[in-house]
């Protein structure tokens, strides 16, 4: 089976793509959506960001809702790493790509993963509001019995 990797997007070409009147990561670094366009053929970008030195920060907004916090990547750094990727000498391991049979049966697995951890909450929750439903109940039962 073979997968459809997309071609990279230079740094550059992501940086001058960014439109006015939106929000982009701080100057000289990119979101990991755009970390993304840059390395198509990586899935493990932690892995990969923490193997080859890349340089991160954080971010935070405040809102509404309270803080949301999320990383934004060095853009020389990733441009370099996407360098050493298309040359074959960035520390890319089988299990991070996508191309490789390694690297599909591990995202796989990752995502299942995810998937029996979020049944595990939903059990939980579910028990959870079964609990207060029949709580509840029991009160509404024995007052009315008194």
Request: net charge positive; with cysteine; aromatic share 8%.
């Amino acid at each position: 089976m073979t997968v459809e990797i997309p071609t990279p997007v230079p740094v550059a070409d992501l940086i001058a793509r960014r439109r006015r009147g939106r929000y982009y990561a701080t100057d000289g670094y990119l979101s990991a959506e755009e970390v993304a366009l840059a390395w198509p053929v990586v899935w493990r970008y932690d892995a990969v960001v923490r193997a080859n030195g890349v340089g991160t920060t954080q971010a935070q907004a405040t809102g509404t809702y309270g803080t949301t916090t999320w990383t934004e990547y060095r853009a020389e750094d990733v441009r370099r790493v996407a360098d050493a990727i298309a040359e074959g000498t960035a520390v890319l391991e089988p299990d991070w790509r996508r191309d490789t049979e390694q690297g599909r049966e591990s995202q796989h697995r990752m995502w299942q993963e995810e998937r029996g951890r979020r049944a595990r909450t939903r059990a939980i929750q579910g028990a959870a509001i079964l609990l207060v439903v029949l709580a509840c109940l029991g009160l509404v039962v024995l007052s009315a019995t008194r």
